[in-house]
């Protein structure tokens, strides 16, 4: 079974500056996650998916941070303009009706 | 609300030593637990989880963790540790009836040889 993949591995960019990370979760996983870990502290939710629906997105920078979940599989968050602070490991992670959640390699993002 | 306290940021240790990673949470509701681990450049594996039952839970590599409701603790233990087992381990709950994780802020384990 393939896992979750999330691509670019890395990515650097100057402040001011929007990017866009994408992630293919598991086959069949209904729910969708993101998180942002800030080096040295633990993942934290952004926001999470049921199918193509939000169901949770109280912790997500609504002024520069924007998901999407299109036809309910993979997904892309986009962050524009880009701050210093947002320099961090994107994690997606999906999961099935028992809530485990598996997740991808991460996006490590550089704002400089 | 709730939290999860990992009470040391770094555990430096001697390959075949015994080693605990400390985990406190707290919460006004039932929560479920589990330890994720964090190799260098890879994504979170889940390591263990206590969902119900014995409070008393093993990985297939060495791990254990025991949930005490009474201390609101849920601390991870192997009584040997592998240079393979250097990596950062977090602890992390899921309130009940809620679909999300919070995190601690991760414990560094180190094993030297």
């Known amino acids: 079974e393939a896992g979750v993949a999330q691509s670019p591995r890395y990515k650097i960019i100057e402040k001011r500056q929007s990017v866009a990370f994408w992630c293919n979760p598991i086959s069949g996983h209904a729910t969708l996650y993101w998180y942002q870990q800030i080096l040295g502290q633990g993942p934290k939710l952004l926001i999470q998916?049921?199918?193509?629906?939000?169901?949770?997105d109280s912790q997500l920078p609504k002024d520069r941070f924007s998901a999407e979940r299109l036809k309910g599989v993979d997904s892309t968050l986009k962050i524009q303009p880009a701050k210093l602070e947002d320099s961090a490991v994107y994690l997606c992670a999906s999961s099935t009706q028992n809530y485990e959640q598996y997740f991808g390699p991460g996006t490590r993002l550089t704002v400089t | 609300a709730q939290s999860v306290t990992q009470l040391d940021s770094q555990v430096p240790v001697f390959e075949e030593a015994p080693v605990e990673l400390r985990c406190n949470y707290s919460?006004?509701?039932?929560?479920?637990l589990f330890w994720y681990v964090q190799y260098p450049n890879q994504g979170l594996q889940l390591l263990l989880k206590y969902l119900s039952g014995s409070t008393l839970v093993e990985s297939i590599n060495g791990f254990e963790a025991e949930f005490n409701k009474s201390q609101t603790s849920f601390h991870l233990r192997k009584p040997s540790v592998h240079i393979s087992d250097t990596a950062e381990y977090f602890c992390?709950?899921?309130?009940?009836?809620?679909?999300?994780?919070?995190f601690g802020a991760g414990t560094r384990l180190a094993v030297h040889p």
């Open positions: 998916f049921q199918n193509n629906g939000v169901v949770d």
């Open positions: 919460s006004s509701v039932s929560v479920y």
């Open positions: 992390a709950v899921r309130p009940s009836g809620y679909n999300k994780l919070i």
